[in-house]
């Protein structure tokens, strides 16, 4: 079975930092680029960050640049966002997102249950 | 950025009803628009992409028209099961920006 399952979410301060990780499961997870998708509960869906199969391209939303960094673990089937300087609108569920190709972003194709991030003082 | 813009927002409509939902991207895409279904306390899923190719597993009710600029969603015989909301979104370029979503209710 394809899966995707993120963990690392919490309570944080404002200022705080967090590092969320995803472990991949059911296919190559070396064969695909990889997104981190976010949406505050009752809202929509914000794209954040793109990681490509070997790590070799990365991008972000601008409203994260500087404070986000994608890092990817092939050997271990592992995807990380490392959050730092949180602000409070950045609380939100953070889905882990499998890309169908190997350089996105195309079509996000797998989807994880989502790590919620709350930062609040 | 480009800006995805979707109408309407929400919709009322009863089983068998045919339902269509409009996204608009704010420059052309070409076709590089994907469809998302959404249904409460669960991930999106991913049902079209190349804003016409249905996903493996899908249910060939909903179909997937456009290209350019104007793409349109459309389910030919709403069924209870298709209560969610629905985005698109582009990814012609970067960032790859969802639509606001269109919540679909069952009458």
């Known amino acids: 079975e394809i899966q995707l399952v993120e963990s690392g979410g919490g309570l944080v301060q404002p200022g705080g930092s967090l590092r969320l990780s995803c472990v991949a499961s059911g296919f190559k997870f070396n064969d695909h680029g990889m997104h981190w998708v976010r949406q505050v509960p009752g809202k929509g869906l914000e794209w954040v960050s793109v990681?490509?199969?070997?790590?070799?391209?990365?991008h972000y939303v601008a409203s994260v640049r500087g404070r986000f960094t994608i890092s990817r673990d092939n050997a271990r089937n592992s995807l990380y966002l490392e959050m730092n300087s949180l602000r409070t609108e950045d609380t939100a569920l953070y889905y882990c997102?499998?890309?169908?190709?190997?350089?996105?972003?195309?079509?996000?194709?797998?989807w994880g249950q989502g790590t919620t991030v709350t930062v609040s003082s | 950025d480009i800006q995805m813009t979707q109408s309407p927002p929400s919709l009322s409509a009863s089983v068998g009803d045919r339902v269509t939902i409009t996204c608009q991207a704010s420059q052309n895409i070409r076709n590089y628009l994907n469809w998302y279904q959404q249904k409460p306390g669960k991930a999106p899923k991913l049902l079209i992409n190349d804003a016409s190719n249905l996903e493996t597993g899908v249910p060939s009710r909903f179909t997937g028209s456009g290209s350019g600029t104007h793409f349109t969603l459309t389910i030919t015989s709403l069924q209870s099961e298709d209560a969610a909301t629905y985005y698109c979104q582009h990814y012609y370029d970067l960032p790859p920006t969802f639509g606001p979503g269109t919540k679909v209710e069952i009458k």
């Open positions: 990681i490509s199969w070997n790590s070799g391209s990365k």
């Open positions: 997102v499998r890309d169908s190709l190997t350089v996105g972003p195309n079509a996000m194709d797998v």
